[in-house]
């Protein structure tokens, strides 16, 4: 593909210049390889509430305590001792890429397992797996605890597994959902909750939108939506939504951001495309109304891309809540609509997706907020790589409105995934890579 773009950081700073499209690809970057790989392979060990389900009987989580059950270990401050245990328990060979770590005073590990254990399995899980049952030896090792209260200490890590199909009320978290909940081929790397993200990313809404964005269009690559036709489709989109391409987003919000509305963000925008030459009048009617073409069908669904993230950040930004998201992404494809005649972003299905995302968040149904969501979800995963960065990034915007906040279901995630470099910054790295 001849398309180049220039790489822009989260606050404007030119990282790459004249970069062909195809050296962002998941299938080329090794950066965001490393990230896909990394999620993988990565578990977060909440050693603080292992040590106070065991002392307190509560184990399983929805109330549930189990009397006699009070096991007083000091595992925090034993944390290192633990660590060592559990990192010489799940390596597979000396100098492999195992990486334990305990974080913020020994409350938790930071666990990735060899890429030796990922590569053996047919599932992703052996991060979970592998990081549950060392740290439960280890505990077991460290205290000499008998037989009769060893399944107590498996309780507190692995939760309900398993009687249920995760590790419900545990102590061990990946950033990705098991097997068991994705709603079909290659949904994986979508299944993933927006707090999640935000709070790995340490509510920098640049940084969450380009790591949602990845994780969306490699799981689209994974689902072969990026085969043929599709591929520059995909690409042109991720890179100007997700990796701020050409610092149209940055750029946008920069100049909106104390003013702008969503619809001074679309005149901006298409003001931006008829100057680029990516669309251009094609006919104009008595009323004055004039209709648009455009010859580069793809290049256009990337700018109506890049203007659903930037009105994302200048409405959700300005009232420093996520609730409206869902409205944002409706009306700003439905203005572009409107201005151009031309289909907006990911060709309607953000627009739909928005319908029945504001019907489940807070309407009549009114099942969460949108931190809760994901690509995955019944309501979300219409529109593949296009819709989901929006909201993440929206709640990374968050000032703790939400019912269901980042602090409420992600702190282990946060605290644990946000050590990760690449996690982190996700933009930084994936532009250093090519």
Not at 156 to 167: C, I, K
Not at 338 to 355: F, H, I, N, R, W
């Amino acid at each position: 593909m001849a398309d180049k773009i220039d790489l822009y950081s989260d606050r404007g700073a030119q990282l790459k210049s004249g970069v062909n499209i195809n050296a962002i690809s998941p299938l080329r970057n090794k950066a965001i390889r490393s990230i896909v790989t990394g999620i993988k392979r990565t578990a977060a060990v909440d050693l603080a509430g292992i040590e106070k389900s065991l002392a307190t009987g509560a184990m399983g989580g929805k109330g549930r305590v189990i009397p006699g059950k009070n096991i007083k270990l000091d595992i925090v401050k034993n944390a290192e001792t633990i660590r060592k245990a559990v990192e010489d328990m799940i390596r597979v060979d000396s100098g492999d890429n195992t990486n334990v770590k305990a974080l913020n005073g020994g409350k938790q590990l930071l666990v990735q397992v060899p890429s030796a254990r990922i590569d053996a399995a047919a599932e992703y899980v052996s991060s979970l797996t592998c990081a549950a049952s060392a740290t439960t030896q280890a505990i077991i090792n460290q205290y000499n605890v008998d037989m009769f209260e060893a399944p107590t200490v498996k309780s507190a890590v692995w939760g309900q597994y398993p009687q249920t199909l995760d590790m419900a009320g545990g102590h061990v978290k990946s950033i990705i959902d098991i097997p068991q909940k994705d709603e079909g081929f290659g949904y994986t790397l979508r299944n993933v909750m927006a707090n999640h993200l935000a709070a790995t990313c340490r509510s920098s809404a640049m940084n969450t939108a380009a790591l949602s964005s990845t994780l969306e269009n490699a799981g689209v690559q994974e689902m072969g939506d990026g085969i043929g036709d599709q591929d520059r489709t995909r690409l042109l989109a991720y890179a100007y939504q997700g990796l701020n391409a050409n610092n149209n987003v940055y750029g946008t919000v920069k100049a909106q951001g104390k003013t702008g509305t969503i619809g001074t963000v679309i005149h901006e925008f298409v003001g931006k495309a008829i100057a680029d030459g990516v669309i251009k009048a094609d006919k104009k009617f008595a009323s004055g109304y004039t209709v648009y073409k455009t010859d580069d069908v793809p290049k256009w669904n990337a700018y109506c891309a890049a203007a659903t993230l930037a009105a994302t950040l200048v409405n959700c930004g300005a009232q420093r809540a996520p609730q409206s998201v869902s409205s944002v992404l409706l009306y700003v494809n439905d203005l572009i609509e409107k201005e151009t005649s031309l289909p907006g972003c990911d060709y309607g299905k953000v627009q739909g997706a928005a319908v029945g995302f504001s019907f489940f968040s807070h309407s009549i149904y009114g099942g969460g907020g949108p931190g809760v969501f994901n690509g995955n979800h019944v309501v979300t995963r219409h529109s593949k790589g296009l819709a989901v960065p929006c909201v993440a990034a929206a709640v990374a915007l968050d000032a703790g409105v939400q019912i269901y906040s980042p602090a409420k279901t992600s702190q282990l995630v946060g605290d644990v995934f946000s050590a990760v470099d690449e996690f982190r910054e996700p933009i930084k790295a994936i532009a250093g890579a090519v």
